[in-house]
């Protein structure tokens, strides 16, 4: 797929709770495709304590409004930075980065969308286009407490939604794996977040032998495939997270526990 | 436009900017970045005899204004880059340099052999400096008499021209450049990466697998400038200077330190058409300062 280097312009910051944000981006000539699962290298200008890009999966892609979504959480200085752009402000991205989730098969229709903190941010927009496609997946959304629940009613427009929470402020109390859909039967999940969180979905996918895919966030330099620093072990060696991934299937994995 | 082309001992460039190994893959990651074929040349990936994994992740760790990387060499061996990679390399018109590793003396020589057999790869850059391998790799960089021996064996089965990168976790960088231009190198190239460290205070752990890891980027330029400088000095065999280099602007620092070719590398992370920025850049300059050739700035540092 090509990919792109350029400005795009803030259209909306939408500050949201918890430290996070959702950046929408646009420019004059339509958006090229981007799919599930892809993501975008930032460049910030403005903060001498960041050098390389910033990394961030694609949340959504509003054809309509010819906008891309990122739903942002502030963790360093980075980010910090990000949350201070305003309408009109113009962001240089490289785009659309990484494979993508896979559709699911002819025989796969039960779907969950797993995910975790800010890791929920890739399923919006696989929901989206599942839901498009005509599937009617599911959302198992984890977060440490009610606060930590980002987008939930734009999780609802594509499916049920289902909630964890470690303290039992919201939905179920524990961790998305103790939840009580997980009774029900699946025929693929995919799963975004923590990494003991894809770790332990992996492992209930494992022994249920459900195809399961997760969407790894290994700290990346250059994005496309060039440097190797963003590698993860999988039974063909190592593997460039950015340009192999970030979607994997968990079969795939040698998982470094 | 003035005229940049320039010459590292029987290879003539199009024009000085080379980008660096290892953080321009083959040159086809950034095809859909810049036209390739307008870069004066093109150093490809650490190749090594055998397919190397390289390191555990974590390999990368940011630093003020660089990083730090850890890679160690991950490559599919020789064998697999004259098989599957050269031949797609062949139709791009640029010059195509291989960096050549190796953790033992005949590794070395066995891979720089293979080389030497390919038409279209007309030089190579031996890879003495590799600060991210247990076993040889910067070991035959920091001690004279090694990186004699490597260059003067690699001399005997490597016909075309042959650049020498040199590491800069020495404590005397001219004995070195010496000794490898005494044994028949027709160029050196510096710097490798600089030896160094990140720790996350909070979780008290390194942030690199391997601890330590080889550091790159601007925080490293004064450096490499000063090393150039150096080496420039005291050898009369063309040097190829990086180390940090962003813009134009850090290119012609290094020219005018005596350089003769640079090469660009971790900046191509932050803005992959960089090179071709740097080109440009270059141009202007030498039309702003009224210079026909890059030949006229090259160790045109004024002392007095
Ligand atoms: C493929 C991919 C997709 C991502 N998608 C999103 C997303 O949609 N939304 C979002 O908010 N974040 C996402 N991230 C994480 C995001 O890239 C980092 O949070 C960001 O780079 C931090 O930058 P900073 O300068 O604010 O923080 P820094 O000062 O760089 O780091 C602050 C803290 O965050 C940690 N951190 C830094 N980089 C990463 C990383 N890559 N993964 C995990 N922790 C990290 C550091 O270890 C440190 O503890 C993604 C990362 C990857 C690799
Ligand atoms: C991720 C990464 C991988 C590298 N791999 C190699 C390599 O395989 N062989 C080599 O000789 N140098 C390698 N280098 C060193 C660069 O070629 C260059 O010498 C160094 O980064 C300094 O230049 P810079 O500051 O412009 O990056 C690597 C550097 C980085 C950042
Ligand atoms: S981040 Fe450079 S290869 Fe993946």
């Known amino acids: 797929m090509k990919k792109f280097i350029g400005n795009l312009v803030v259209s909306e910051n939408i500050p949201l709770k918890n430290n996070h944000f959702l950046l929408k981006l646009t420019q004059a000539e339509p958006l090229p495709l981007m799919l599930p699962g892809q993501f975008v290298q930032l460049k910030i200008d403005d903060t001498p304590s960041v050098f390389l890009r910033r990394t961030f999966s694609i949340n959504y892609v509003d054809r309509l409004k010819n906008e891309i979504w990122l739903l942002i959480q502030v963790v360093g200085d980075g980010t910090r930075s990000l949350s201070k752009n305003k309408t009109g402000d113009s962001l240089n991205l490289i785009y659309p980065l990484g494979n993508s989730f896979s559709m699911p098969t002819a025989t796969q229709s039960r779907l969950l969308l797993i995910g975790g903190g800010v890791g929920v941010a890739p399923l919006l927009f696989l929901g989206a286009i599942l839901a498009e496609k005509g599937f009617s997946p599911s959302f198992l959304i984890g977060a440490r407490n009610v606060d930590g629940l980002i987008e939930l009613e734009e999780f609802q427009k594509f499916g049920n939604v289902y909630v964890t929470t470690e303290d039992g402020s919201a939905g179920e109390i524990g961790f998305v794996t103790n939840h009580s859909i997980l009774k029900n039967t699946f025929d693929k999940i995919y799963t975004c977040g923590p990494t003991p969180m894809m770790q332990a979905v992996t492992q209930f996918a494992e022994n249920k032998s459900i195809d399961s895919e997760v969407s790894l966030e290994n700290k990346m330099a250059c994005g496309i495939g060039a440097c190797l620093c963003c590698v993860t072990q999988t039974h063909q060696g190592n593997q460039c997270v950015c340009t192999d991934g970030p979607v994997f299937n968990t079969k795939e994995l040698v998982w470094q526990i | ?304």
């Open chain 2, 1 to 304: 436009m003035a005229n940049l082309t320039t010459k590292i001992g029987n290879l003539t460039l199009k024009n000085p900017v080379i980008t660096a190994s290892g953080t321009f893959g083959y040159g086809e990651e950034y095809l859909d970045f810049l036209d390739i074929n307008q870069l004066g040349g093109i150093c490809v990936k650490g190749t090594t005899l055998h397919r190397r994994e390289g390191n555990p992740y974590p390999r990368m760790a940011e630093t003020p204004s660089g990083m730090l990387n850890a890679v160690g060499l991950q490559n599919k061996g020789v064998d697999y880059f004259i098989n599957t990679i050269y031949p797609r390399l062949k139709v791009f018109e640029t010059a195509f340099i291989v960096n050549v590793s190796g953790s033992t003396l005949e590794d070395y020589i066995e891979t720089a052999e293979k080389i030497n057999s390919l038409s279209s790869i007309p030089a190579i850059e031996l890879n003495i400096s590799c600060p991210n391998v247990k076993q040889g790799g910067m070991a035959f960089g920091v001690d004279k008499d090694m990186a004699a021996e490597v260059v003067k064996e690699v001399r005997k089965v490597y016909h075309k021209t042959l650049i020498v990168k040199l590491s800069p976790n020495v404590t005397d960088i001219i004995s070195i450049a010496e000794a490898v231009e005494h044994e028949g190198a027709d160029a050196v190239s510096l710097i490798n990466t600089l030896l160094g460290m990140a720790i996350d205070a909070e979780t008290q752990k390194p942030l690199l697998s391997t601890i330590t890891g080889g550091l790159s980027g601007p925080c490293v330029k004064p450096i490499a400038l000063r090393m150039v400088w150096q080496v420039a000095h005291a050898v009369k065999i063309p040097v190829v200077g990086m180390g940090g280099i962003s813009n134009a602007r850090d290119a012609i620092e290094f020219f005018l330190a005596g350089a003769t070719a640079i090469e660009v590398g971790t900046a191509n992370f932050i803005d992959p058409a960089v090179s071709l920025q740097v080109i440009q850049g270059i141009d202007d300059y030498l039309q702003r300062h009224h210079c026909e050739s890059i030949i006229d700035i090259i160790g045109a540092l004024k002392t007095a």
